[in-house]
Protein backbone atom coordinates (compact mmCIF):
# COMPACT_ATOMS: atom_id res chain seq x y z
CA UNK A 1 0.00 0.00 0.00
CA UNK A 2 0.97 3.27 -0.87
CA UNK A 3 2.23 5.44 2.21
CA UNK A 4 0.44 9.14 2.70
CA UNK A 5 2.77 12.11 2.38
CA UNK A 6 3.48 13.51 5.83
CA UNK A 7 4.28 17.30 5.15
CA UNK A 8 7.30 17.80 6.87
CA UNK A 9 7.20 19.94 10.97
CA UNK A 10 8.91 19.47 14.13
CA UNK A 11 7.09 19.23 17.67
CA UNK A 12 7.94 19.21 21.23
CA UNK A 13 6.46 16.15 24.18
CA UNK A 14 5.75 17.99 27.37
CA UNK A 15 2.81 16.17 29.66
CA UNK A 16 0.55 18.86 30.75
CA UNK A 17 1.17 18.03 34.49
CA UNK A 18 4.97 19.66 33.42
CA UNK A 19 3.90 23.06 32.04
CA UNK A 20 5.29 25.96 34.29
CA UNK A 21 2.20 26.40 36.97
CA UNK A 22 2.08 27.86 41.08
CA UNK A 23 -0.04 24.90 42.04
CA UNK A 24 1.68 22.06 42.31
CA UNK A 25 1.18 20.92 38.65
CA UNK A 26 0.86 22.09 35.43
CA UNK A 27 -2.32 23.50 34.59
CA UNK A 28 -4.80 25.22 31.96
CA UNK A 29 -3.29 28.48 33.15
CA UNK A 30 -0.72 31.32 31.90
CA UNK A 31 1.99 28.61 31.91
CA UNK A 32 -0.19 26.58 28.81
CA UNK A 33 -0.61 29.48 27.02
CA UNK A 34 3.52 30.34 27.63
CA UNK A 35 4.23 27.12 26.52
CA UNK A 36 2.16 27.38 23.13
CA UNK A 37 4.48 30.83 22.42
CA UNK A 38 7.55 29.37 23.22
CA UNK A 39 6.38 26.56 20.28
CA UNK A 40 5.09 29.03 17.58
CA UNK A 41 8.05 31.52 18.37
CA UNK A 42 10.84 28.36 17.88
CA UNK A 43 9.40 27.05 14.38
CA UNK A 44 7.52 24.05 15.99
CA UNK A 45 4.04 22.59 14.91
CA UNK A 46 3.15 19.96 17.32
CA UNK A 47 2.56 19.63 21.18
CA UNK A 48 2.25 15.88 22.05
CA UNK A 49 0.46 15.31 25.42
CA UNK A 50 0.28 12.45 27.31
CA UNK A 51 -3.57 11.13 28.57
CA UNK A 52 -5.98 13.81 30.37
CA UNK A 53 -7.35 11.49 32.46
CA UNK A 54 -7.59 11.05 36.00
CA UNK A 55 -4.48 8.83 37.47
CA UNK A 56 -3.81 6.04 39.48
CA UNK A 57 -2.14 5.65 42.95
CA UNK A 58 1.17 5.50 40.82
CA UNK A 59 -0.24 8.78 39.01
CA UNK A 60 0.28 7.53 36.06
CA UNK A 61 -2.24 9.06 33.09
CA UNK A 62 -2.05 5.15 31.83
CA UNK A 63 -4.51 3.57 34.62
CA UNK A 64 -7.41 5.71 35.04
CA UNK A 65 -10.84 5.83 36.48
CA UNK A 66 -12.47 6.53 33.09
CA UNK A 67 -11.03 6.85 29.67
CA UNK A 68 -13.12 9.86 29.14
CA UNK A 69 -13.19 11.90 32.22
CA UNK A 70 -10.76 14.22 32.75
CA UNK A 71 -8.08 14.93 35.59
CA UNK A 72 -9.07 17.81 38.11
CA UNK A 73 -5.84 18.67 38.78
CA UNK A 74 -5.34 20.16 35.20
CA UNK A 75 -7.93 23.18 36.10
CA UNK A 76 -6.70 26.89 36.55
CA UNK A 77 -7.64 27.79 39.96
CA UNK A 78 -6.83 31.16 39.14
CA UNK A 79 -10.02 31.35 35.86
CA UNK A 80 -11.97 29.86 39.17
CA UNK A 81 -11.25 32.81 41.58
CA UNK A 82 -12.09 35.58 38.51
CA UNK A 83 -14.88 33.92 38.31
CA UNK A 84 -15.53 34.34 41.87
CA UNK A 85 -15.86 30.68 42.81
CA UNK A 86 -12.65 30.88 44.65
CA UNK A 87 -11.10 33.57 47.24
CA UNK A 88 -7.84 34.97 47.10
CA UNK A 89 -7.44 33.81 50.00
CA UNK A 90 -8.47 29.86 49.28
CA UNK A 91 -6.13 30.57 45.95
CA UNK A 92 -2.95 31.52 48.27
CA UNK A 93 -3.33 28.56 50.58
CA UNK A 94 -3.32 26.44 46.74
CA UNK A 95 0.08 27.81 46.77
CA UNK A 96 3.28 25.70 45.96
CA UNK A 97 5.83 24.49 47.76
CA UNK A 98 8.36 23.55 44.82
CA UNK A 99 8.10 24.65 40.70
CA UNK A 100 10.08 21.25 40.13
CA UNK A 101 7.92 18.57 40.63
CA UNK A 102 4.20 17.37 41.43
CA UNK A 103 3.16 17.81 44.47
CA UNK A 104 0.86 14.99 44.63
CA UNK A 105 0.90 14.67 47.84
CA UNK A 106 -1.02 17.90 48.35
CA UNK A 107 -3.00 17.30 45.10
CA UNK A 108 -4.51 13.97 47.25
CA UNK A 109 -5.35 15.95 50.40
CA UNK A 110 -6.30 19.14 49.28
CA UNK A 111 -7.04 20.07 45.78
CA UNK A 112 -11.12 18.07 45.84
CA UNK A 113 -11.73 19.95 48.80
CA UNK A 114 -10.77 23.19 46.91
CA UNK A 115 -12.72 22.27 43.55
CA UNK A 116 -15.83 21.33 45.34
CA UNK A 117 -15.90 24.73 47.26
CA UNK A 118 -15.71 26.42 43.72
CA UNK A 119 -18.49 23.83 42.71
CA UNK A 120 -20.87 24.66 45.64
CA UNK A 121 -20.59 28.40 44.42
CA UNK A 122 -21.15 27.94 40.78
CA UNK A 123 -23.98 30.01 39.63
CA UNK A 124 -23.97 28.54 36.10
CA UNK A 125 -25.30 24.71 37.00
CA UNK A 126 -27.93 24.90 33.78
CA UNK A 127 -24.92 24.54 31.72
CA UNK A 128 -22.93 22.29 33.70
CA UNK A 129 -25.48 20.23 33.54
CA UNK A 130 -26.77 20.61 30.11
CA UNK A 131 -22.81 19.79 28.56
CA UNK A 132 -22.76 16.67 30.88
CA UNK A 133 -26.13 15.69 29.58
CA UNK A 134 -24.75 16.16 25.88
CA UNK A 135 -21.80 13.81 26.57
CA UNK A 136 -23.12 10.45 27.73
CA UNK A 137 -19.63 8.76 29.15
CA UNK A 138 -19.02 11.83 30.84
CA UNK A 139 -22.33 11.21 32.51
CA UNK A 140 -21.34 7.63 33.24
CA UNK A 141 -17.97 8.35 34.55
CA UNK A 142 -19.48 11.31 36.97
CA UNK A 143 -21.70 8.87 38.53
CA UNK A 144 -19.35 5.85 38.90
CA UNK A 145 -17.07 8.47 40.69
CA UNK A 146 -19.99 9.77 43.34
CA UNK A 147 -20.73 6.14 44.23
CA UNK A 148 -17.28 5.34 44.66
CA UNK A 149 -17.24 8.62 46.71
CA UNK A 150 -19.78 7.31 48.98
CA UNK A 151 -18.38 3.75 49.48
CA UNK A 152 -15.28 5.49 51.15
CA UNK A 153 -13.25 5.26 47.63
CA UNK A 154 -13.49 1.67 47.18
CA UNK A 155 -13.27 -0.33 43.96
CA UNK A 156 -16.67 -0.87 42.17
CA UNK A 157 -16.61 -4.74 42.72
CA UNK A 158 -16.65 -3.88 46.47
CA UNK A 159 -19.53 -1.62 46.81
CA UNK A 160 -21.84 -2.00 49.25
CA UNK A 161 -24.32 -0.04 47.43
CA UNK A 162 -24.71 1.95 44.47
CA UNK A 163 -26.83 5.20 45.74
CA UNK A 164 -25.13 8.79 45.85
CA UNK A 165 -24.98 11.51 47.01
CA UNK A 166 -26.49 14.31 44.71
CA UNK A 167 -24.32 17.12 45.87
CA UNK A 168 -21.14 15.01 45.13
CA UNK A 169 -22.10 13.78 41.36
CA UNK A 170 -22.45 17.77 40.54
CA UNK A 171 -18.92 18.34 42.29
CA UNK A 172 -18.10 16.08 39.47
CA UNK A 173 -20.21 17.49 36.89
CA UNK A 174 -18.69 20.56 37.96
CA UNK A 175 -14.94 19.59 37.35
CA UNK A 176 -15.54 18.30 34.40
CA UNK A 177 -17.77 20.86 32.80
CA UNK A 178 -14.61 23.82 34.19
CA UNK A 179 -11.72 21.12 32.50
CA UNK A 180 -13.13 21.03 28.77
CA UNK A 181 -14.28 24.78 29.15
CA UNK A 182 -10.17 25.73 29.71
CA UNK A 183 -9.02 23.43 27.50
CA UNK A 184 -11.07 24.43 24.68
CA UNK A 185 -9.15 28.51 25.21
CA UNK A 186 -6.23 26.36 25.37
CA UNK A 187 -6.41 24.47 22.68
CA UNK A 188 -8.32 27.15 20.37
CA UNK A 189 -5.21 29.71 21.18
CA UNK A 190 -2.57 26.83 19.97
CA UNK A 191 -4.56 26.68 16.78
CA UNK A 192 -4.87 30.28 16.33
CA UNK A 193 -1.06 29.78 16.48
CA UNK A 194 -0.88 27.56 14.46
CA UNK A 195 -0.23 24.90 17.00
CA UNK A 196 -1.71 21.51 16.62
CA UNK A 197 -1.96 19.67 19.51
CA UNK A 198 -1.34 15.78 19.95
CA UNK A 199 -3.02 13.45 22.42
CA UNK A 200 -2.38 9.83 23.39
CA UNK A 201 -4.92 6.72 23.45
CA UNK A 202 -3.82 4.42 26.05
CA UNK A 203 -4.89 1.00 24.62
CA UNK A 204 -6.12 -0.49 28.13
CA UNK A 205 -8.29 0.25 30.86
CA UNK A 206 -8.51 0.45 34.53
CA UNK A 207 -10.70 -2.57 36.21
CA UNK A 208 -11.24 0.05 38.74
CA UNK A 209 -13.10 2.09 36.35
CA UNK A 210 -16.47 2.95 35.18
CA UNK A 211 -15.76 1.51 31.64
CA UNK A 212 -15.68 -1.59 33.01
CA UNK A 213 -18.34 -0.93 35.25
CA UNK A 214 -20.55 0.03 33.02
CA UNK A 215 -19.59 -2.09 30.29
CA UNK A 216 -18.72 -5.46 32.01
CA UNK A 217 -19.57 -7.62 28.82
CA UNK A 218 -16.96 -5.82 26.77
CA UNK A 219 -14.19 -7.01 28.80
CA UNK A 220 -12.55 -10.61 29.17
CA UNK A 221 -14.25 -11.25 32.93
CA UNK A 222 -15.05 -14.77 34.53
CA UNK A 223 -18.67 -15.21 36.43
CA UNK A 224 -18.17 -13.18 39.17
CA UNK A 225 -17.20 -9.97 36.83
CA UNK A 226 -13.15 -10.70 37.62
CA UNK A 227 -10.26 -10.73 34.58
CA UNK A 228 -9.81 -14.01 33.38
CA UNK A 229 -6.89 -12.88 31.93
CA UNK A 230 -5.05 -9.22 32.71
CA UNK A 231 -2.79 -7.32 30.15
CA UNK A 232 1.14 -6.61 29.72
CA UNK A 233 4.19 -7.24 27.66
CA UNK A 234 6.51 -9.86 27.26
CA UNK A 235 10.82 -9.49 28.40
CA UNK A 236 11.56 -6.34 26.27
CA UNK A 237 14.32 -3.80 26.57
CA UNK A 238 12.93 -1.87 29.71
CA UNK A 239 12.06 -4.97 31.55
CA UNK A 240 13.48 -8.36 32.06
CA UNK A 241 10.41 -9.84 33.44
CA UNK A 242 8.35 -7.79 31.00
CA UNK A 243 5.90 -5.29 32.40
CA UNK A 244 2.80 -6.90 34.12
CA UNK A 245 0.21 -3.81 34.19
CA UNK A 246 -3.03 -5.89 34.82
CA UNK A 247 -5.89 -4.17 32.64
CA UNK A 248 -8.92 -6.14 31.69
CA UNK A 249 -8.30 -7.45 28.13
CA UNK A 250 -11.42 -6.32 25.87
CA UNK A 251 -13.48 -9.06 24.47
CA UNK A 252 -12.74 -8.28 21.03
CA UNK A 253 -15.43 -10.85 19.83
CA UNK A 254 -18.26 -9.00 21.35
CA UNK A 255 -17.17 -5.52 20.49
CA UNK A 256 -17.01 -6.79 16.70
CA UNK A 257 -20.70 -7.09 16.85
CA UNK A 258 -22.00 -3.42 16.97
CA UNK A 259 -18.65 -2.61 14.89
CA UNK A 260 -16.63 -1.59 17.94
CA UNK A 261 -18.72 1.48 18.68
CA UNK A 262 -16.97 1.74 22.52
CA UNK A 263 -13.56 1.79 20.20
CA UNK A 264 -15.23 4.86 17.98
CA UNK A 265 -16.90 6.69 20.51
CA UNK A 266 -13.68 6.69 22.39
CA UNK A 267 -11.60 7.83 19.50
CA UNK A 268 -14.48 10.15 18.56
CA UNK A 269 -14.28 11.77 21.81
CA UNK A 270 -10.62 12.44 21.98
CA UNK A 271 -10.86 14.13 18.64
CA UNK A 272 -12.60 16.76 19.35
CA UNK A 273 -9.97 17.62 22.22
CA UNK A 274 -7.08 16.95 19.76
CA UNK A 275 -5.85 17.67 16.35
CA UNK A 276 -4.46 14.11 15.83
CA UNK A 277 -3.91 11.37 18.74
CA UNK A 278 -1.41 8.55 19.51
CA UNK A 279 -2.81 4.97 19.66
CA UNK A 280 -0.70 3.43 22.75
CA UNK A 281 0.81 -0.06 22.05
CA UNK A 282 -0.28 -0.08 18.56
CA UNK A 283 1.10 -3.84 18.32
CA UNK A 284 -1.86 -5.28 20.61
CA UNK A 285 -4.74 -4.51 17.82
CA UNK A 286 -2.47 -7.21 15.65
CA UNK A 287 -1.79 -9.43 18.55
CA UNK A 288 -1.85 -8.79 22.18
CA UNK A 289 0.31 -10.65 25.29
CA UNK A 290 -2.43 -12.59 27.50
CA UNK A 291 -1.20 -13.11 31.06
CA UNK A 292 -2.87 -15.43 33.51
CA UNK A 293 -4.69 -13.19 36.24
CA UNK A 294 -3.13 -15.00 39.22
CA UNK A 295 0.58 -14.82 37.29
CA UNK A 296 3.41 -13.11 39.13
CA UNK A 297 5.20 -11.55 36.10
CA UNK A 298 4.67 -10.90 32.77
CA UNK A 299 6.48 -13.98 31.54
CA UNK A 300 3.81 -16.48 31.78
CA UNK A 301 1.55 -14.67 29.39
CA UNK A 302 1.24 -15.85 25.85
CA UNK A 303 0.17 -14.14 22.60
CA UNK A 304 -3.31 -14.15 21.11
CA UNK A 305 -4.86 -12.68 17.94
CA UNK A 306 -6.29 -9.22 18.25
CA UNK A 307 -8.91 -7.57 16.08
CA UNK A 308 -6.71 -6.32 13.23
CA UNK A 309 -7.76 -4.19 10.77
CA UNK A 310 -11.33 -4.63 10.64
CA UNK A 311 -10.98 -2.46 13.93
CA UNK A 312 -9.02 -0.32 12.08
CA UNK A 313 -11.09 0.60 8.91
CA UNK A 314 -13.69 1.42 12.12
CA UNK A 315 -11.03 3.64 13.60
CA UNK A 316 -10.10 5.64 10.31
CA UNK A 317 -13.72 5.83 9.28
CA UNK A 318 -14.23 8.15 12.80
CA UNK A 319 -10.76 9.62 12.02
CA UNK A 320 -10.99 11.37 8.80
CA UNK A 321 -8.17 13.71 7.71
CA UNK A 322 -7.02 14.07 11.64
CA UNK A 323 -3.16 12.62 11.95
CA UNK A 324 -3.34 8.68 13.97
CA UNK A 325 0.08 7.54 14.94
CA UNK A 326 0.50 4.32 15.62
CA UNK A 327 3.03 3.22 18.81
CA UNK A 328 4.88 0.67 16.97
CA UNK A 329 7.30 -0.16 19.31
CA UNK A 330 7.85 -3.15 21.48
CA UNK A 331 8.14 -7.05 19.59
CA UNK A 332 7.26 -5.80 16.64
CA UNK A 333 6.41 -8.73 13.59
CA UNK A 334 5.64 -8.54 10.15
CA UNK A 335 2.26 -9.20 11.08
CA UNK A 336 2.23 -5.83 13.12
CA UNK A 337 4.43 -4.25 10.21
CA UNK A 338 1.71 -5.04 7.52
CA UNK A 339 -1.39 -3.95 9.79
CA UNK A 340 0.24 -0.51 10.35
CA UNK A 341 1.00 -0.08 6.84
CA UNK A 342 -2.30 -1.19 5.64
CA UNK A 343 -3.76 1.26 8.17
CA UNK A 344 -1.94 4.01 6.56
CA UNK A 345 -0.79 5.01 10.25
CA UNK A 346 2.59 6.77 10.18
CA UNK A 347 4.51 4.85 12.97
CA UNK A 348 7.35 5.80 15.54
CA UNK A 349 11.24 5.84 14.99
CA UNK A 350 13.17 6.34 18.30
CA UNK A 351 16.85 7.18 18.28
CA UNK A 352 17.41 5.75 21.58
CA UNK A 353 16.92 2.39 20.00
CA UNK A 354 18.45 2.92 16.80
CA UNK A 355 21.66 1.19 17.99
CA UNK A 356 20.46 -1.91 19.48
CA UNK A 357 20.37 -3.60 16.49
CA UNK A 358 22.18 -3.52 12.90
CA UNK A 359 22.44 -1.19 9.86
CA UNK A 360 18.90 -2.28 9.00
CA UNK A 361 17.25 -1.12 12.26
CA UNK A 362 13.93 1.22 11.28
CA UNK A 363 14.95 3.34 14.17
CA UNK A 364 18.52 4.51 12.15
CA UNK A 365 17.89 8.10 11.02
CA UNK A 366 18.57 6.64 7.25
CA UNK A 367 16.34 4.16 7.71
CA UNK A 368 13.36 7.30 8.27
CA UNK A 369 10.27 7.18 6.27
CA UNK A 370 8.25 9.96 5.44
CA UNK A 371 5.17 8.72 6.60
CA UNK A 372 6.73 8.30 10.31
CA UNK A 373 6.84 9.85 13.34
CA UNK A 374 10.66 10.35 14.52
CA UNK A 375 11.63 10.99 18.28
CA UNK A 376 14.72 11.56 20.20
CA UNK A 377 12.65 9.47 22.76
CA UNK A 378 9.60 9.30 24.39
CA UNK A 379 7.97 9.56 27.92
CA UNK A 380 9.66 5.87 28.67
CA UNK A 381 13.03 6.79 27.35
CA UNK A 382 15.74 8.82 29.23
CA UNK A 383 16.61 12.11 28.12
CA UNK A 384 18.69 12.44 25.49
CA UNK A 385 21.69 13.54 27.94
CA UNK A 386 20.91 10.37 29.58
CA UNK A 387 20.82 8.05 27.35
CA UNK A 388 24.55 9.42 26.04
CA UNK A 389 25.81 9.09 29.73
CA UNK A 390 24.56 5.87 29.85
CA UNK A 391 25.27 4.17 26.97
CA UNK A 392 28.57 1.79 26.94
CA UNK A 393 31.72 2.94 25.11
CA UNK A 394 31.56 1.01 22.31
CA UNK A 395 28.27 1.87 21.33
CA UNK A 396 29.06 5.63 22.35
CA UNK A 397 31.75 5.81 19.99
CA UNK A 398 29.59 3.88 17.33
CA UNK A 399 27.16 6.25 17.76
CA UNK A 400 29.25 9.68 17.31
CA UNK A 401 30.99 8.03 14.39
CA UNK A 402 27.36 7.69 12.91
CA UNK A 403 26.66 11.09 12.84
CA UNK A 404 30.08 12.39 12.16
CA UNK A 405 31.07 13.98 15.38
CA UNK A 406 34.56 13.76 16.97
CA UNK A 407 34.40 17.00 19.63
CA UNK A 408 33.51 15.98 23.45
CA UNK A 409 30.60 13.54 23.55
CA UNK A 410 29.57 16.05 26.34
CA UNK A 411 28.32 18.37 23.64
CA UNK A 412 27.25 16.18 21.10
CA UNK A 413 23.31 16.43 21.93
CA UNK A 414 22.97 20.02 19.83
CA UNK A 415 24.29 17.71 16.61
CA UNK A 416 22.06 14.92 17.31
CA UNK A 417 18.94 17.05 17.27
CA UNK A 418 20.02 18.85 13.96
CA UNK A 419 20.43 15.42 12.63
CA UNK A 420 17.03 14.20 13.44
CA UNK A 421 15.56 17.46 11.87
CA UNK A 422 17.70 17.23 8.76
CA UNK A 423 16.33 13.84 8.34
CA UNK A 424 13.55 12.48 6.06
CA UNK A 425 10.80 11.55 8.67
CA UNK A 426 7.66 14.00 8.32
CA UNK A 427 7.18 14.88 11.83
CA UNK A 428 10.40 14.91 14.35
CA UNK A 429 9.35 15.71 18.28
CA UNK A 430 11.44 15.67 21.00
CA UNK A 431 10.74 15.85 24.78
CA UNK A 432 11.72 19.80 26.24
CA UNK A 433 13.97 17.74 28.12
CA UNK A 434 16.06 17.26 25.18
CA UNK A 435 15.75 21.01 24.33
CA UNK A 436 17.07 22.34 27.63
CA UNK A 437 19.95 19.24 28.14
CA UNK A 438 18.49 17.68 31.26
CA UNK A 439 19.59 14.69 32.68
CA UNK A 440 18.16 11.65 33.61
CA UNK A 441 17.15 12.66 36.78
CA UNK A 442 14.15 14.46 34.66
CA UNK A 443 12.85 11.78 33.01
CA UNK A 444 8.88 11.47 32.75
CA UNK A 445 8.96 7.46 33.09
CA UNK A 446 10.86 4.63 34.17
CA UNK A 447 9.03 1.12 33.16
CA UNK A 448 8.15 -1.35 35.61
CA UNK A 449 9.36 1.14 37.95
CA UNK A 450 6.39 2.10 40.20
CA UNK A 451 7.07 4.85 42.39
CA UNK A 452 9.32 8.22 41.09
CA UNK A 453 7.71 8.74 38.06
CA UNK A 454 5.55 11.57 36.18
CA UNK A 455 6.49 13.67 38.62
CA UNK A 456 8.94 15.89 36.31
CA UNK A 457 8.19 19.83 35.96
CA UNK A 458 9.52 22.88 33.85
CA UNK A 459 9.34 26.94 34.99
CA UNK A 460 9.28 29.57 33.41
CA UNK A 461 12.50 30.48 33.77
CA UNK A 462 14.00 27.06 32.48
CA UNK A 463 11.85 27.42 28.99
CA UNK A 464 13.01 31.10 28.99
CA UNK A 465 16.72 29.66 28.09
CA UNK A 466 15.87 27.99 25.18
CA UNK A 467 16.88 29.88 22.16
CA UNK A 468 14.04 30.11 20.16
CA UNK A 469 15.74 31.81 17.49
CA UNK A 470 17.85 28.88 16.89
CA UNK A 471 15.25 26.43 16.32
CA UNK A 472 13.09 28.33 14.41
CA UNK A 473 15.87 28.69 11.87
CA UNK A 474 16.86 25.19 12.04
CA UNK A 475 12.78 24.63 11.32
CA UNK A 476 13.44 26.28 8.35
CA UNK A 477 16.64 25.29 6.87
CA UNK A 478 15.36 21.54 7.19
CA UNK A 479 11.77 22.89 5.94
CA UNK A 480 10.10 22.25 8.96
CA UNK A 481 8.01 25.58 9.41
Not at 21 to 39: C, K, M, P
Not at 287 to 300: C, L, N, V
Request: aromatic share 16%; glycine share 8%; charged share 25%.
Amino acid sequence: MKNSYIKRASGVLLPLFAVPSEYSVGNFGRGAFEFVDFLASSGFTYWQVLPFCMTDEYNSPYKSYSSFAANPYFIDLETLCAKKLLTRSELNSAKQDTPYVCEYGRLYSERMELLSLAAERCDYRDAVESFIDSEPYLLQACRFLAIRDANNNASWYEWDSEAFDEKRIFVWKFVQYEFFDQWKKVHDYANRQGIKIIGDIPIYVSYDSADVWANRELFLTDEKGRPAAVAGVPPDYFAADGQLWGNPLYDWDKMAKDGYSWWCDRLRFQLTMFDGVRLDHFRGFESFWSIPADAKTAKEGHWVKGPGMELMKALKAVAGDKLIIAEDLGVITEEVAALRDESDFPGMRVLQFAFLGDADSPHLPHNYINNGIAYTGTHDNNTLLGWVWELDEATRRHMLEYFGYSGDWNACYGTLIRAMLASTAGIVIMPLQDLLGYGSDTRVNRPGVANGNWEYRVTSDQLARIDRGYYNRLNKLYSRV
